[in-house]
């Protein structure tokens, strides 16, 4: 059975950092890209950052590029995100999923991600 644990959100002022982790089990974690989502209330959900399994190419959404860093560590099953600089408008609940391959989808294209996981809050408060 595959499983997305996503971890590490919470309450953090604004221009302060976060790491959230994503634990995944249940297939071979180095044959899937992964990518990071998030949805605040009243809003759709946006696609943020992926990683790619094949050669760590990674992709972020302008939104967060150049404050956000994604990374994988394969002999821990679990990617990684890099929060500094945070901003209110930030503030979302965080979701990681999976690709089905190696090569990350395109960040709008979140349907295409198949596995999710549970979710993470995170809040920036000004």
């Known amino acids: 059975e595959v499983q997305l644990q996503a971890s590490g959100g919470g309450l953090v002022q604004a221009g302060g950092s976060l790491r959230l982790s994503c634990a995944v089990s ?3 974690f180095t044959d899937y890209a992964i990518g990071w989502f998030r949805q605040a209330p009243g809003k759709e959900r946006e696609g943020i950052s992926s990683i790619s399994a094949h050669d760590g190419s990674t992709d972020y959404a302008n939104s967060v590029k150049g404050r956000f860093t994604i990374s ?20 979302a609940v965080y979701y990681c999923a999976t ?11 979140s349907s295409v991600y ?8 995170v809040t920036v408060s000004s």
């Open 26 to 28: 249940g297939f071979t």
């Open 99 to 109: 690709a089905p391959g190696m090569v990350a989808p395109p960040l709008s294209l």
């Open 72 to 91: 994988r560590d394969n002999a821990k099953n679990t990617v990684y995100l890099q929060m500094d600089s945070l901003r209110p408008e930030d503030s």
């Open 114 to 121: 198949d596995y999710w996981g549970q979710g993470t809050q």
